[in-house]
């Protein structure tokens, strides 16, 4: 992997500051020139500060809506490989601002497809969209690459048409090009340094700072809970394959054994013991939206095709996360206890 990295120069498009903060990282520690195509940091403390990746990385902190800029950012540093992970990534907020949440998801992908079309330097791209753009019917039966594209909530619609985009791009312009493009479905990441919003982690995380009451919207909702590097190992040794073959190409589930999908309320019992003892109260709010109550994916693709098989259980993440939270409240040497957690995995 660092042979292949080494010394290539890599575009990464995101809104958030978590989960792309370690790739940025992982990458920069394959001595791979990384680009930074973001809006400014959306929570303090952040990922991006905490690795001091200002000082690692090139940042160009712009709207990937214009397209322009955006081409020029590739002209001017020509990659080889884009990450495009750039999105309104929440459920609730795609109610309350959905022009945004179309415009952020569909247009973003467009855009990111038409420099791919247009800039000759870019040779392939994996695209992430999400585990929510199957036509999810809550049953126990798990969904495949190939099964039906559905929508319901505004977030799950915008992530269906970035994956017809995709697909329409590939069949219409790439597919007799050198160029190579993948899409990727996986969520529900568990893992340090997430803050965001309307994330469970975080929200136990910012219970106990607090000393309030957690409030869970869902408790019986079924979850996936995937430990962050391992989604991210995927995604950067894709290359192995896609190269030899086009049947490698079109999308995967990166999703976990179906052991590690658990309740919202088990995780939070279990990190009540894990931490300290806290009460958590149930919000009880008719208005609250849609959001799915079972969701489930086959990852038999990737196990396959790819090898893939996850590292670690929910358990071993769960406790080594929210451990991970008491060390940086203590004070230590996260940017080497990232480094380490890295090279451990790897």
């Known amino acids: 992997m660092k042979n292949f990295y080494k010394n290539k120069t890599i575009l990464i498009t995101w809104t958030s500051w978590f989960k792309w903060s370690w790739l940025a990282f992982w990458l920069y520690n394959l001595w791979a020139n990384v680009i930074w195509y973001s809006l400014k940091a959306n929570t303090s403390p952040n990922n991006f500060e905490i690795l001091k990746l200002e000082d690692k990385i090139t940042q160009i902190y712009w709207d990937i809506n214009d397209l322009d800029k955006m081409n020029e950012v590739v002209e001017k540093y020509k990659p080889e490989i884009i990450f495009h992970l750039a999105a309104q990534p929440l459920v609730r907020d795609s109610y309350d601002n959905p022009v945004y949440t179309f415009q952020t998801n569909v247009i973003w992908t467009v855009n990111v497809l038409e420099t791919i079309r247009n800039n000759e330097c870019v040779k392939w791209s994996i695209l992430i969209t999400t585990d929510k753009v199957y036509h999810n019917n809550e049953w126990i039966y798990p969904y495949r690459e190939n099964d039906r594209l559905w929508w319901y909530d505004p977030y799950s ?24 493009i993948v899409s990727v479905r996986a969520w529900n ?52 394959k896609i190269f030899e073959d086009d049947k490698y ?17 088990d995780i939070v019992n279990e990190s009540i013991n894990i931490l300290w003892k806290w009460s958590f109260e149930v919000q009880k709010d008719i208005n609250n939206p849609h959001e799915a109550w079972l969701l489930l994916l086959d990852n038999t693709k990737a196990k396959t095709l790819l090898w893939w098989k996850p590292k670690y259980k929910v358990d071993e993440v769960l406790n080594r996360t929210l451990n991970w939270y008491k060390d940086y409240y203590d004070w230590k040497n996260m940017e080497e206890i990232c480094l380490n957690e890295i090279n451990m995995f790897i």
Request: one cysteine or more; hydrophobic letters at 45%.
């Open 189 to 240: 990441v568990i893992w340090w340094w997430d803050w965001s919003k309307d994330r469970l982690i975080p929200d136990i995380i910012k219970t106990i700072l607090k000393d309030e009451k957690l409030v869970i919207r869902n408790p019986d909702s079924v979850r996936p809970w995937q430990y962050v590097l391992e989604a991210l190992y995927w995604y950067l040794i894709i290359w192995s």
């Open 157 to 180: 619609s915008s992530k269906a048409m970035c994956e017809l985009a995709i697909d329409s791009y590939y069949k219409s312009f790439l597919q007799k090009s050198n160029k190579k």
């Open 249 to 265: 190409l079109w999308s995967y589930n990166f999703w976990p054994d179906l052991t590690d999908n658990l309740k919202v309320v």
